[in-house]
């Protein structure tokens, strides 16, 4: 599966909890909160200030070296 800035937080974290750590790499430090969780990877990253295209790249690079 290919991550995508459309996916929340919460469907990455299903897929692994190990992209926990790429997220906090990325600002994003409240993994935890049921707003965050839910809400989209181009939205927490406009939020915090992050390269959404940067962090869907890492995370799929993440996943392809499963």
């Known amino acids: 599966m290919t991550v995508t ?4 937080i919460g469907q990455v974290l299903n897929m692994d909890r190990e992209t ?3 997220f906090m790499e990325f600002g ?4 935890g ?3 965050a969780t839910a809400e989209p990877i181009a939205d ?3 939020a915090h200030g ?3 295209d940067k962090l869907v790249e890492k995370l ?3 996943f392809a070296q499963k």
């Not at 994003?28 to 993994?31: A, D, V």
């Open 33 to 35: 909160c049921p707003h």
């Open 50 to 52: 992050s390269d959404a």
């Open 28 to 31: 994003m430090h409240c993994l």
């Open 60 to 62: 799929n690079e993440y």
């Open 5 to 8: 800035k459309q996916m929340s």
């Open 44 to 46: 927490a990253c406009a």
């Open 20 to 22: 926990a750590r790429i």
